[in-house]
């Protein structure tokens, strides 16, 4: 007979319930930290790579925004002058300038094939078009006048005010 932890054992092969139990608690403990090292592992590297995917995005993004002027220094040693009431002051509006843009008319499509819009594919830039309809003008070189804006995206717009065929 053999005595294990203060009891005493039936037989020599026996082993006391309290041993059975605590190597069983140990057992199941050591499974669960390794499913739980697993796991963050797991987490661990999807957000490592969610951050990889998303680094160009927030960059992108942030070369988009136009940055804000710097505010005027205000002079060091300005006379003190009465307080004037504060006047509405508006920027001045850019008077939009008519340029003439030379290129090849094509269709833009969405996803479901439907015609979405119109570009004008110059050697340098490409426009979106809007105003008058260019629709005969597809796969042609043409010569269009308007004015031109820059859209959210950074993307040119030309408002066509005359378009005709380039030879």
Request: positive net charge; aromatic residues 4%; contains cysteine.
């Given at each position: ?6 009891r ?12 059975q ?19 963050m592992?797991?987490v ?20 988009a925004q ?6 005027p ?18 920027a ?25 819009g ?10 979106g078009l ?10 042609k ?12 995206g ?13 030879m």
């Open positions: 007979m053999g005595i294990c932890l203060g005493v054992a039936l037989k020599a092969q026996d082993t006391c319930l309290e041993e139990g605590l190597i069983y608690s140990f057992a199941v403990k050591a499974r669960r930290l390794r499913r739980r090292r697993k796991e592992k797991r661990v590297s999807i957000l490592v790579i969610a951050a990889f995917l998303a680094a160009p995005m927030l960059v992108a993004a942030q070369q136009p940055a804000a002027p710097a505010a220094a205000a002079p060091a040693a300005a006379p003190a002058k009465p307080a004037e009431p504060a006047k509405a002051t508006k001045p509006a850019k008077k939009a300038e008519t340029v003439t843009v030379a290129g090849t008319v094509e269709q833009v499509k969405d996803k479901k094939g439907k015609v979405a119109y570009v004008l594919k110059s050697d340098t830039e490409t426009y809007k105003g008058k309809s260019v629709k005969a003008m597809v796969g070189k043409a010569e269009a006048t308007g004015t031109v804006a820059t859209a959210k950074g993307k040119k717009v030309l408002t066509v005010k005359q378009v005709k065929e380039a």
